[in-house]
């Protein structure tokens, strides 16, 4: 079955941007009208969706991120990346990739998820 | 954004009794055209992702055992574990999905008594 893992420094310095890798596994990224999405959880507290690229290359971003988010895919590793710029403590929380299914164009669920990265945001 | 809230924050159930959490949103998330509602729950155990139950408001995810289930329509919506066994120990989210962003309880975390 599909298996998605995060990869990426664990610590950024504010103002910087942040870098994460999702590599898919048993399965192939161009395949089957997915939303490949990234969703983040700070300590203690509740889910954040962050974005998506659609398997047609499309993105879609949280308004309350867009202006410092980009999601993008690397068909030829099975990848997709996130940059989040100009980070702030608030940034810090664990990272999750995930795949979104859903037979409605409206939205989609997430359906597998990544085990997930800690990012500390920290000088 | 649709605001989804969740009740209780917290509940803690004997093993082989109920669990009810619920979920309201603070809009409509019934689709007309196809009259499906546009939500779903996770359980997130410690140190663990998110794990899918439910879509559709009520389709159990395959594999999800059947006293997991899901109910509800519009704006207010439950997730009752029938028989509470050790291994349901987890915060419980739901998210709509009706409309971006899609957006998420705050979670509910379900203990033993």
């Known amino acids: 079955q599909v298996q998605l893992q995060e990869s990426g420094p664990g610590l950024a310095k504010p103002s910087q941007t942040l870098s994460l890798t999702c590599t898919v596994s048993?399965?192939?990224?161009?395949?089957?009208?997915?939303?490949w999405s990234w969703i983040r959880q700070p300590a203690g507290k509740g889910l954040e969706w962050i974005g998506h690229?659609?398997?047609?290359?499309?993105?879609n971003y949280n308004p309350s991120l867009k202006s410092r988010v980009t999601i993008s895919v690397d068909t030829s590793k099975n990848q997709f990346s996130l940059q989040l710029s100009s980070v702030t403590a608030a940034d810090t929380a664990v990272y999750y990739c995930?795949?979104?299914?859903?037979?409605?164009?409206?939205?989609?669920?997430?359906?597998?998820w990544g085990q997930g990265t800690l990012v500390i945001v920290s000088p | 954004d649709i605001v989804m809230t969740q009740s209780p924050d917290s509940l803690t159930v004997s093993l082989g009794e109920r669990a009810t959490i619920n979920c309201k949103s603070s809009?409509?998330?019934?689709?007309?055209?196809?009259?499906?509602?546009?939500l779903a729950w996770y359980q997130q155990k410690p140190g663990q992702p998110p794990n899918l139950l439910i879509y559709?408001?009520?389709t159990r995810e395959s594999g999800v055992p059947d006293r997991f289930s899901g109910s509800g329509s519009g704006t207010d919506f439950t997730l009752t574990i029938s028989s509470l066994q050790a291994a349901d120990v987890a915060i419980y989210y739901c998210?709509?999905?009706?409309?971006?962003?899609?957006?998420f309880g705050q979670g509910t975390k379900l203990e033993i008594k």
């Open positions: 690229i659609y398997t047609s290359g499309t993105t």
């Open positions: 998210q709509q999905y009706y409309s971006s962003p899609c957006t």
């Open positions: 995930a795949r979104g299914y859903s037979t409605s164009w409206r939205g989609y669920w997430f359906d597998p």
């Open positions: 048993g399965g192939s990224i161009s395949n089957g009208g997915y939303y």
């Open positions: 559709w408001a009520s």
């Open positions: 809009q409509n998330i019934l689709y007309s055209s196809n009259n499906k509602n546009y």
